[in-house]
């Protein structure tokens, strides 16, 4: 139990290094990795049939900001059809983690997270191919 909460504490320092540096791209990528992460926590909780505990809102509610955050953040002027197009996934995705919380049904809340991982891995992608220019 120490050692994963160690990791824990290794992972969030990480976290911090990234969103205080100066770089927009290791800062998105983060949001995209916890945003997956909360989602996938909240999904298995609906499957499991845990409840509503508090554990299971904390992730619905910290999804959700992060949703926000993304959204928020877009440059439809300089972003285009692309910002366009990421602005309807993460409603989509607001829009599931609505739904499963009423219907308990993770269905659609996972093929958010499906899509969400391969906008996740193509931000990755590009962000490599900065930095090796």
């Known amino acids: ?8 504490a290794y992972q969030n320092a990480e976290r911090q290094a990234f969103a205080e540096s100066d770089d927009p791209h290791a800062l998105i990528a983060i949001l995209f990795d916890e945003l997956l992460r ?3 926590h909240f999904a298995r909780e609906v499957e499991e ?3 509503k505990n508090l554990e299971r809102n904390e992730h ?6 992060i949703l ?3 959204q928020s953040s877009l440059n439809f ?9 990421l602005f309807r996934l993460y ?7 609505l739904n499963t919380t009423q219907t308990e049904n993770s269905t659609g809340l ?9 906008i996740r891995d193509a931000w990755q992608q590009l962000g490599a191919g900065v930095k090796d220019q």
């Open 1 to 8: 139990m120490n050692s994963r909460r160690h990791a824990r």
């Open 49 to 51: 049939g845990s409840g």
């Open 68 to 70: 926000y955050g993304l």
């Open 110 to 118: 996972n093929a958010a997270i499906e899509s969400l991982d391969v």
């Open 77 to 85: 002027e300089a972003g285009g059809e692309i910002a366009d197009n």
């Open 91 to 97: 409603e989509y995705s607001r829009q599931q983690l």
């Open 38 to 40: 909360q989602m996938r």
């Open 60 to 65: 619905f509610s910290r999804a959700l900001t």
